[in-house]
């Protein structure tokens, strides 16, 4: 009977220690690891996004990515991860009868590999550690951002919760 009551208190434990402020429910009634959408941004993630006017004429340095139909365009210039940090990104957006923007991202956690959802839209994921990104969507037409949302995986917590469930079943055992 004991251990049963230490099985549970450190199961417990283990859910609330794992589970933390950024989760809506526990990685106890997960069945696997999830990514978990925190609201806006912390001031401190917005302001590492720049969005700037940049001049037409030249064709700009990157990868280019055409729009799914052809007439909008974007530039993407990765960091080069081969050197320390910290790193930076950018992406040039070009569409019809808007100005060419840039939007400068700082301290960036690895390369970004964006995609158009549509004609218009450019979808971001931007990880900014190991286990803390944001989720943007850019407008190409009007140069603005629509959408950025703060996201935690939650790839950690549920392992963490998997090894404490792992030890208590062991504790239960004996």
Known sequence: MRHGAVALALLLACAASAAGPDFHTSPACWDAPRVVHAGPPAAEFANRLHLIDVPGGATPAGDQLPAPEGAARLWLRNPDTTQPGPWGAALIVDAPGAPRRSLLIENVGGPIAPRWLNERLIFLRIVWGRALFSDLIL???SGTLRYHEQ????????????????YTSDAADE
């Open 139 to 141: 407008d190409a037409q």
């Open 151 to 166: 996201a935690h995986d939650g790839r950690n917590a549920f392992e963490q919760y998997q090894a404490c469930l792992l």
